[in-house]
């Protein structure tokens, strides 16, 4: 007998594609925090090579996305409204291209005289919490299959509101520690050179925007289960 997932998403089930493509942004984002602490070491090649690596896990992403779309104009009958899936799925992906961005821009610039500061173990410290919350992002696409397969039980309902709460915190804790992270560089504005400031600060934003577009996941699927 057919589960209900395969009635309501004949052929390729979008939402499974979904969690494909949150896979590939799951192993994209697990970079984050070897990659800073390379970039303190000074071992900018090893940053390129993860740089390719993943360039390639955003292609696949790419055609994921382009399989969803085709999949999603055969839809007939959801629980939610169809727009509600690419909504979903564009600020997925507005989370590997964050990534995709960070490492590009560790190999632009290479700041040295950080090793007396805290500056390094911050840096790595906010990749740390940015991959976190994708990790929670990932989770929270997970539940929602879950909740769709379980005609939209409680307790799966419950598991996603729980998991959307952790999220938020994470993201708080990321918007602290980079706003005291900002602090830090300008105190260094007397000895360091301006553009490396300006340098650490771009990189600070993005880091950050990380996280930002995992609770935009997250909000969006709190609408879905709201609805």
């Given at each position: 007998?057919?589960?209900?997932?395969?009635?309501?998403?004949?052929?390729?089930?979008?939402?499974?594609?979904?969690?494909?493509?949150?896979?590939?942004?799951?192993?994209?984002?697990?970079?984050?925090?070897?990659?800073?602490?390379?970039?303190?070491?000074?071992?900018?090649?090893?940053?390129?090579?993860?740089?390719?690596?993943?360039?390639?896990?955003?292609?696949?992403?790419?055609?994921?996305?382009?399989?969803?779309?085709?999949?999603?104009?055969?839809?007939?009958?959801?629980?939610?409204?169809?727009?509600?899936?690419?909504?979903?799925?564009?600020?997925?992906?507005?989370?590997?291209?964050?990534?995709?961005?960070?490492?590009?821009?560790?190999?632009?610039?290479?700041?040295?005289?950080?090793?007396?500061?805290?500056?390094?173990?911050?840096?790595?410290?906010?990749?740390?919490?940015?991959?976190?919350?994708?990790?929670?992002?990932?989770?929270?696409?997970?539940?929602?299959?879950?909740?769709?397969?379980?005609?939209f039980a409680p307790k799966e309902i419950g598991k996603?509101?729980?998991?959307?709460?952790?999220?938020?915190?994470?993201?708080?804790?990321?918007?602290v520690r980079s706003v005291e992270l900002g602090k830090?560089?300008?105190?260094?504005?007397?000895?360091?050179?301006?553009?490396?400031?300006?340098?650490?600060?771009?990189?600070?934003?993005?880091?950050?925007?990380?996280?930002?577009?995992?609770?935009?996941?997250?909000?969006?699927?709190?609408?879905?289960?709201?609805?």
């Amino acid at each position: 007998m057919p589960r209900l997932i395969d009635k309501l998403f004949p052929k390729e089930s979008p939402l499974r594609l979904l969690k494909e493509h949150a896979d590939l942004v799951l192993k994209a984002s697990s970079y984050l925090p070897e990659a800073l602490e390379l970039y303190f070491e000074g071992d900018l090649k090893k940053i390129t090579v993860m740089s390719k690596e993943v360039e390639e896990l955003e292609r696949q992403a790419d055609d994921i996305k382009a399989r969803i779309r085709a999949s999603y104009m055969k839809l007939k009958f959801v629980y939610f409204e169809k727009s509600d899936l690419m909504t979903i799925l564009h600020k997925a992906d507005s989370v590997i291209d964050g990534v995709d961005d960070v490492l590009k821009i560790l190999q632009m610039n290479s700041v040295e005289g950080l090793e007396k500061t805290d500056i390094p173990k911050n840096f790595i410290s906010l990749g740390e919490d940015s991959f976190k919350s994708v990790q929670l992002m990932h989770d929270l696409i997970k539940t929602l299959l879950d909740i769709v397969e379980s005609s939209f039980a409680p307790k799966e309902i419950g598991k996603e509101v729980k998991e959307i709460d952790e999220l938020e915190n994470y993201e708080f804790d990321t918007d602290v520690r980079s706003v005291e992270l900002g602090k830090m560089l300008y105190t260094q504005k007397n000895r360091m050179n301006p553009v490396d400031i300006l340098y650490l600060e771009k990189l600070t934003t993005t880091i950050s925007d990380i996280a930002d577009s995992a609770e935009n996941v997250a909000e969006a699927i709190l609408m879905v289960i709201k609805s």
